[in-house]
Nanobody, 113 residues
């Protein structure tokens, strides 16, 4: 079965950086795009970034463009999200997503001084 396990969240000060990782299993990872979403308290889950199956194409939400970078390692079945210049409004639970319907358990990111 499909399993997605996120890691790397934590507490960081504004302007800081974090790197999230998602370990995937149960499907042919290198054949599919992968996505990151986030959900802030009291808000709906929102799209953050996507990467194509080969990793050559990426797309980002306007709110994170230029600060976040999505990448993948098809040899390790992992997808990562490098987050720089973090802002308090980036505080959310971050989820790895496959095909729009499979989700990990999420990892909490808190940006606060």
């Amino acid at each position: 079965q499909v399993q997605l396990v996120e890691s790397g969240g934590g507490l960081v000060q504004p302007g800081g950086s974090l790197r999230l990782s998602c370990a995937a299993s149960g499907f042919s990872f290198s054949s599919y795009p992968m996505n990151w979403y986030r959900q802030a308290p009291g808000k709906e889950r929102e799209f953050v970034a996507t990467i194509s199956a080969t990793g050559r194409l990426t797309n980002y939400a306007d709110s994170v463009k230029g600060r976040f970078t999505i990448s993948r390692d098809n040899s390790k079945n992992t997808v990562s999200l490098q987050m720089n210049s973090l802002k308090p409004e980036d505080t959310a639970v971050y989820y790895c997503n496959h095909q729009g319907r499979f989700w990990g358990q999420g990892t909490q990111v808190t940006v606060s001084s």
